[in-house]
């Protein structure tokens, strides 16, 4: 279902989720029937998110406040010390949690056209993911739509979201399933998860953290929900 990223043990079962500790990484994956699209998706994948949070913190539906940033990234105000990200495109969505460092994650299905790709990144792109597109014409869209979904998780996880120039840092995938990101000062650097997903389509996802606390390490937890199916677990250590 997944391609083999980095160094990860076999998949194993595990429902309900296990204890989120401090310095963990959960990442959620949810695959939902056909039918559902846009706004759709968009209203399951919010009431997803909802049930994950209450199923891990210690409060009902409603009691859970999720409030936004000025920059527009949700947090949780009654547990600060929680965070969390949320993605969708076609019918899957992704859900990232962490206890101790900001996350974020992007998840794109590959679609469109090449010309209209190639366009934006000369437009937005750093001159080094411009050259490394262009290596590879044959798998062009691929490329770019797994560069795209690295850089928004990342922006994701510092919390600016678009309003940062996505030419400022370079966030080239390696083939290892990780992403060195660079940028000209040190709050810009870091590492993400990337990995491809099949649904009805092929996927790109990218998750990871960033913490004021450089040394701490944020060891990620897999989980891919499939239709009537236990979710799977897989375990990547950053």
């Keep these: 279902m997944i391609a083999p990223v980095a160094v990860l043990p076999s998949i194993y079962h595990g429902d309900p989720l296990p204890e989120l500790k401090t310095g963990e ?3 959620l994956i949810r695959h939902f029937a056909p039918s559902l699209s846009g706004k759709l998706l968009r209203q399951q994948a919010h009431c997803w998110l909802r049930q994950i949070l209450t199923s891990c913190l ?17 947090w949780l105000p009654d547990f600060p010390q929680w965070h969390f990200n949320l ?28 010309e209209v790709k ?15 597109l262009a290596e590879d014409e044959a798998n062009y869209l691929l490329r770019f739509t ?3 979904s690295v850089k928004e998780a990342w922006l994701k996880a510092r919390g600016t979201g678009l309003t940062q120039s996505l030419a400022g840092f370079c966030a ?15 709050a810009q650097t870091g590492l993400l998860h990337h990995q491809l997903i099949e649904n009805d389509g092929v996927y790109c996802l ?16 897999v989980f891919v929900y499939l239709a009537d199916v236990k979710p799977s677990l897989r375990a990547a250590g950053i």
């Design 172 to 186: 080239i995938p390696q083939h290892c399933g990780i992403a060195q990101v660079s940028g000209a000062h040190q």
């Design 25 to 27: 990484g959960f990442c």
């Design 58 to 74: 210690p409060v009902t539906d409603t009691q859970l406040i999720i409030a936004r940033t000025p920059e527009g990234k949700p």
């Design 87 to 114: 993605s969708h495109s076609g019918t899957s969505a992704a859900i990232v949690l962490c206890r101790g460092a900001e996350v974020g994650v992007d998840l794109e299905k590959v679609s469109g056209k090449v």
């Design 206 to 221: 990218a998750y990871g953290a960033c913490s004021a606390q450089k040394d701490l390490p944020v060891r990620w937890q």
């Design 146 to 148: 797994r560069l795209w």
């Design 118 to 132: 190639k366009a934006i990144a000369r437009r937005f792109f750093h001159p080094d993911e411009q050259r490394w």
